[in-house]
């Protein structure tokens, strides 16, 4: 008895039965796992500086250290939101053209804050 659940064209391709679920599933745990000690990391920094002046959190900013993590936290929950949004979209969107739009559109609006907040911290660490 065959226990492989692909059609023959899905072997053939080398696709599973939902073709890229299992990365996607993966990711996802991945960038939680990540997120636990940056967000941590994040609040703590966050506790830190309240009170702070501009100025002593352009300092804070400034430190490639911080700034590496501060990215970091960013794209990677980013990235984790667009993965669960995709999930959310998949699973209750059944028009097929109007998944597809709202997968692509999510895709979009996460780099376009990610590199929004790229720039933004480099602007505030480096001083321009």
Request: aromatic letters at 10%; a positive charge.
């Amino acid at each position: 008895m065959n226990s492989d659940l692909r059609s023959p064209l899905n072997r053939a391709r080398g696709l599973g039965s939902a073709k890229s679920g299992v990365h996607h599933f993966w990711m996802q745990r991945l960038t939680a796992v990540a997120l636990i000690p940056l967000v941590v990391w994040f609040a703590i920094s966050l506790v830190m500086l309240s009170g702070a002046d501009y100025g002593m959190a352009r300092s804070w900013l400034s430190s490639p250290f911080v700034m590496v993590l501060l990215i970091l936290t960013i794209c990677i929950g980013l990235y984790h939101g667009q993965l669960g949004m995709q999930v959310v979209i998949e699973d209750y969107v059944h028009n097929e053209g109007v998944k597809l739009a709202l997968i692509v559109a999510i895709k979009f609006i996460a780099v376009f804050f990610g590199l929004a907040a790229i720039v933004a911290s480099m602007r505030i660490g480096f001083g321009g």
